[in-house]
């Protein structure tokens, strides 16, 4: 099939997006930068004040480390703590290039690992620095007191995760993310007690203030009494997660949002690569139609667990246990016989797509359909045995069990793909800077280490690598150039941005319309999941676009939200977050429509090998994509930053 | 598996309340609720009809409803998290109800954690509890490799089994003193259990419990209701490993 090349108009931005990736060799790019960065002496660091929005891995771990050299941290979260920050709920484990097992590891295979799983769509020296920082990380925990899973010698065990042929998974049962994340919250902790961070809870984040061009504050809302605040600070750091609930059902927590990095989109900074979505292959399948949320079954089972679907589509009812080994297809085991049910989450993902839509699925009908395949541990357990696999797994069979009412030890698991993580986010230098000086993205919510496709156990790596090591060093660069606190919420843009606030809230409350903020949400979800999914089209995308416009329109209009503005107003919060979605739905589909090319998790039906991969293009597409923000009702402009390769050649990714 | 999916219809008895105010019961009825939602699921029906009426929607605290962030709460018929054995209330599912059931859903219950609205309660005193020393005192950089130090697989997993809790606040709900030695054991034994947290785990035992005396906790009188009911099922010896510890320091001054 043929596009036009191109399938949509928009215009090209004149903002430069400088990636500032230093020269030199790319194993001392990290070593010489930090020798080259400005420093900011201690006695001088207790002047500046950062502003820190998140607390989770990326934001806990940012606010502690810079108050602990000094500076003095606002840190805030909308859940009712610190400790509950999303990135709580990562199951299977955190990468890094320890070669603890002697397989073969090393900071280069983990660089290259990373760049080739994001099908070479992430900057070579961000990644190889992830992978350099990778083996502090686990040192720094472990003297924090993570609990890590240890062999009967007393030292670190690991495990294998999909993309990789080494064991370089460190984990702690199937809750790393909790562990993690709590040992950032001590550390947080300490600092709190110490008076160096004030933290603000129950709160969200409405805009950004900028000032002279450069991010000089924020805007907040307390949600508890409703009260608008203004927080001035020498630098934001935005560190505020992914945007998967734009899809309405994903393995995100319920409050996960995109308000803050669209709302520092409108105030100027670059929207890099929002299409680059990862619908991960192992979640528990949709039951029903008021399901709230999708559960993820870590990755870590497909190391044990063998995917499946009958040969046949006549056999798709059938108990599974009558269904004879011969007429079962073990469709990754024969396509990707290297990598096997171990491939990458894209690779998987779209595979299982291609078996169910073949009428090969498995588990109850959902809306015509059977949406499932097979994940079984028959095997592993007539192998190891089960009380190997409950020593592994227990957690994650027990959570399978409660949510599904079946026994994974006696039947075999059903999964479907759900969305999980989204690579795309703000753009970000070396120094993960925004275009607007000032502005600091880490973690999910910036788009720069994992290309179009993130393998498993590299989020919890990449935010710690942001919070921990990169930040304290790199933002020192930016305040050394700044006058300590040379601005407060006495200039004139807090007032405006605050107004502001306080008027989209009204206004939102005199809609008193019929539908709630939830049937919104929902019907945009469906949307994007058809449209802007596992499988993209030209057609559908650009249909997609006028759907989102028409419900955006209905939803100023015709928007259910009551209650008041200075009370605990659930749905005012939600709605909120559903008026942000709706507009940065349309940004993804143009961002999927603009990219003819297939790539990582960016799947456009229209480009494709004869075999249903993926098909890049990488001399038209080789760049990172980055939005700008031109005013409500106008196509926003791409700027571009170009992609080179010096260490890894581009390549068709194969996991054969 | 699905295919044994049955609707309900039940009534709610739910405690409503403003800040500040006094708090009260309102029934609602819960109409084809499927078996296969969780009971918050239920719950979004239930609102969804609410703001359909022009009515406030109950609040309740919940985020990633899969059990582990801990923001879930909810007495249920009188037991906290509901009726299941170690499970949160975002993986409690509406199979575990029957047709015409009464439910009764109030939110947490103790001096320490103060209504805010409806079902959601205040929770920072745990934060503050952790802020008195729920920590190993040691800065990001600098630290030696991982595995440097090996730590015996039975003490990892010690350590571990008391890491699980996810300070939802059960314990002190379930508690007839509002206790909340249960979550400053999990805490405090996790790190007992560690060569890194053994440093300071007299003294760490001792200022969590003096911080959560003064945020309005009760003292334990080993009732173990906050074991039968942690949804992490985290096991009462966290508790006298930390009593010990706490004696130590309080008692014999010892580091």
């Known amino acids: 099939m043929t596009a036009s090349k191109s399938s949509v108009d928009y215009p090209l931005s004149d903002v430069k997006l400088e990636a500032k990736s230093p020269s030199g060799p790319i194993a001392d790019k990290w070593t010489k930068h930090k020798f080259d960065s400005k420093l900011v002496n201690p006695a001088n660091k207790r002047k500046y004040t950062v502003l820190v929005v998140g607390s989770g891995l990326a934001g806990a771990s940012a606010a502690s480390t810079l108050a602990e050299l000094g500076y003095n941290v ?48 992430a900057r070579e020296a961000n990644v190889h620095r992830l992978a350099e920082v990778s083996r502090n990380i686990i040192d720094q925990c472990v003297a924090q007191g993570v609990p890590f899973a240890r062999e009967y010698g007393g030292q670190l065990a690991n495990r294998s995760f999909g993309g990789a042929q080494v064991s370089r998974t460190f984990y702690a049962r199937g ?30 984040m409405l805009d950004l203030v900028v000032v002279d061009g450069h991010a000089k504050g924020i805007i907040t809302r307390d949600l508890v009494t409703g009260k608008i605040e203004s927080w001035a600070g020498d630098a934001v750091l935005l560190c505020t997660g992914g945007y998967g609930n734009v899809f309405y059902l994903s393995t995100n927590a319920q409050g996960c949002n995109v308000t803050a990095t669209y709302r520092a989109y409108k105030r100027g900074a670059a929207f890099s690569n929002p299409c680059y979505t990862q619908i991960h292959p192992t979640c528990i399948p949709v039951h029903g139609d008021q399901q709230s949320k999708l559960t993820l079954m870590s990755e870590s089972l497909r190391n044990d667990g063998r ?70 541990f028959t095997d592993a357990i007539r192998e190891k045995g089960r009380a190997d696999i409950e020593g592994k797994y227990g957690n994650l069979f027990d959570m399978y069990a409660k949510i599904t009412a079946e026994d994974p030890y006696k039947t075999p698991m059903r999964i479907y793909p759900a969305v999980h993580y989204t690579m795309g986010g703000l753009w970000v230098d070396y120094n993960l800077m925004s275009n607007v000086p000032g502005l600091f993205v880490l973690g999910e919510a910036n788009f720069s280490d994992h290309g179009a496709n993130r393998l498993g156990a590299s989020a919890l790596m990449q935010g710690l690598s942001d919070g921990y090591f990169v930040i304290p060093s790199t933002i020192a660069s930016y305040l050394a150039s700044e006058k300590p606190a040379r601005v407060t919420t006495a200039h004139a843009a807090f007032t405006e941005a605050s107004t502001e606030a306080s008027t989209d809230i009204k206004r939102l409350l005199s809609i008193k319309g019929k539908r709630s903020p939830r049937e919104f949400h929902k019907a945009l979800g469906q949307i994007m999941w058809d449209k802007c999914g596992m499988a993209r089209s030209a057609e559908g995308l650009t249909g997609a676009i006028a759907d989102i416009k028409k419900l955006r329109a209905e939803f100023w209009e015709n928007v259910n939200v009551g209650g008041d503005a200075d009370t605990f107003n659930i749905n005012l919060d939600y709605a909120q977050r559903v008026a942000d979605f709706l507009e940065f739905g349309e940004l993804m589909c143009l961002d999927a429509l603009h990219r003819n090319e297939s790539c990582g998790g960016h799947f456009r039906e229209e480009y494709q090998t004869p075999e249903g991969e993926a098909l890049r293009n990488d001399d038209e597409f080789a760049y990172v994509a980055g939005w700008l923000y031109r005013g409500a009702d106008k196509t926003p402009a791409l700027a571009k930053e170009p992609l080179q390769y010096e260490n890894i050649k581009l390549a068709q990714r194969s996991y054969k | 598996m699905s295919s044994a999916e049955k609707f309900l219809n039940l009534t709610l008895h739910v405690w409503r309340q403003k800040r500040g105010q006094e708090g009260h019961f309102e029934t609602y ?190 003292s334990c009188r080993n009732h173990f209701e906050c074991e039968a009911a942690c949804p992490k099922e985290i096991p009462r010896r966290v508790m006298a490993e930390t009593f010990r510890d706490f004696t130590a320091a309080a008692l014999l001054r010892e580091d």
């Open chain 1, 175 to 204: 809750q790393t993310g909790q562990q993690l994340l709590l040992g950032a919250y001590s550390s947080l902790n300490r600092q709190i007690e110490t008076g160096k961070v004030k933290m603000h809870s129950r709160t969200v």
């Open chain 1, 307 to 376: 995917i499946w679907v009958p040969l046949k589509a006549e056999d798709c009812g059938k108990d599974p246990a009558t269904i004879k080994e011969e007429d079962r297809d073990y469709y990754l085991e024969r396509r990707y016989p290297a990598f096997g049910n171990l491939c990458p989450r894209d690779i998987a993902s779209r595979a299982a797509k291609v078996v169910c839509d073949e009428g090969r699925g498995v588990g109850p009908e959902v809306n015509g359909q059977r949406l499932g395949v097979y994940l079984d």
């Open chain 2, 29 to 218: 009825p819960a109409k084809k609720i499927s078996t296969d939602q969780s009971f918050l699921e239920m719950l979004d029906v239930v609102n969804e009809g609410l703001i359909a009426a022009g009515k406030d929607p109950i609040a309740f605290d919940h985020d990633c409803r899969e059990g582990i962030c801990g923001m879930c709460s909810l007495m249920i018929n009188g037991e906290a998290h509901g009726p299941e054995q170690g499970t949160t209330t975002c993986q409690l599912h509406m199979r575990h109800f029957h047709d015409g059931d009464e439910i009764v859903i109030e939110p947490w219950r103790a001096k320490a954690f103060p209504v805010i609205r409806d079902l959601v309660v205040d929770r920072s005193s745990f934060d503050r509890i952790q802020q008195a020393g729920g920590y190993v005192s040691v800065n990001a950089g600098g630290a030696p490799d991982a595995n440097a130090v090996p730590i015996s697989k039975k003490e990892a997993d010690l350590a571990m089994d008391a890491a699980a809790c996810i300070g939802c606040g059960a314990c002190v709900a379930a508690c007839p003193n509002a206790s909340a030695m249960l979550f400053i054991g999990a805490k405090a034994s996790q790190f007992r259990h560690l060569p890194q947290g053994k440093p300071e785990a007299k003294q760490r035992a001792l200022n969590m419990i003096t911080r959560a005396d003064k945020e309005g906790f009760g």
């Open chain 1, 74 to 121: 606002h840190c805030f979260c909308y859940q009712d703590s610190p400790r509950r920050a999303h990135s709580i709920a990562a199951q299977g484990g955190i990468n890094a290039a320890k070669n603890y097992q002697n397989d073969g590891d090393s900071v280069f295979r983990l660089f290259y690992d990373t760049i080739k799983g994001g099908d070479f769509r």
